[in-house]
């Protein structure tokens, strides 16, 4: 959420890594070589055409401002920019019970590509106690989904993803409203439409 100042996101579903980003095959590591400013100058204007000539490059964005909030679904590509010097906004990552058990695997064995605390050494641990004494139900029922992933490696970021039956995109699209955080979003999508 935007205390203060603009940001400005862009996100791609599942499976449609940016021009410029390399994920691992598991999606748990991202190589991107240039900085974010850097990125947006050298290959914005290619995730455009490429969002517009493939759908499965369902990009997405819009300019936040303060008092908005956005909510990134799990496995998105996003990358966000401050637009003003004194940007500040409040973040928090969101474990649903649906991705409950990949969350306990990333804890585990990428620990090192945790961040925003300074205990990422013991966080797994932790993250399962509080689940015991909480959620004990949700911990046991996934000792199985937990080893079955061990034996087995999806080959896109989409087939680590379980199907909930419910998406937020498809939800959007039917109810025909744009995609926008605010009025300055919509604006910037109405001259992006003229000028395509």
């Excluded at 100042?5 to 599942?14: A, I, Q, S, V």
């Excluded at 410029?20 to 990125?39: A, R, Y």
């Excluded at 050298?42 to 819009?62: I, Q």
Aim: glycine share 8%; aromatic share 8%.
């Amino acid at each position: 959420a935007v205390v203060r100042g603009r940001k400005r996101w862009l996100m791609l579903p599942p499976g449609c890594p940016p021009p410029g980003v390399h994920p691992s095959k598991d999606g748990g590591e991202v190589t991107q070589p240039i900085s974010l400013l850097e990125w947006f100058h050298t290959f914005y204007s290619e995730l455009k055409r490429m969002a517009r000539d493939n759908p499965a490059f369902d990009l997405k964005e819009g300019t936040c401002g303060p008092g908005d909030a956005v909510f990134v679904p799990c496995g998105w590509w996003h990358c966000v920019i401050n637009l003003d010097e004194d940007t500040i906004a409040v973040t928090q990552n969101y474990c649903s019970e649906t991705h409950v058990h990949g969350v306990r695997r990333f804890l585990r064995e990428k620990r090192e590509h945790v961040s925003g605390t300074l205990e990422k050494d013991t966080l797994a641990e932790r993250f399962d106690s509080v689940l015991s004494s909480k959620r004990p139900d949700l911990l046991s029922s996934g000792t199985e989904q937990t080893q079955a992933a061990d034996s087995t490696e999806p080959t896109t970021a989409a087939e680590q993803l379980p199907s909930t039956g419910f998406s937020f995109w498809d939800h959007l699209r039917s109810t025909g409203k744009s995609l926008a955080f605010n009025q300055a979003a919509t604006d910037d999508n109405k001259e992006d439409s003229t000028q395509a």
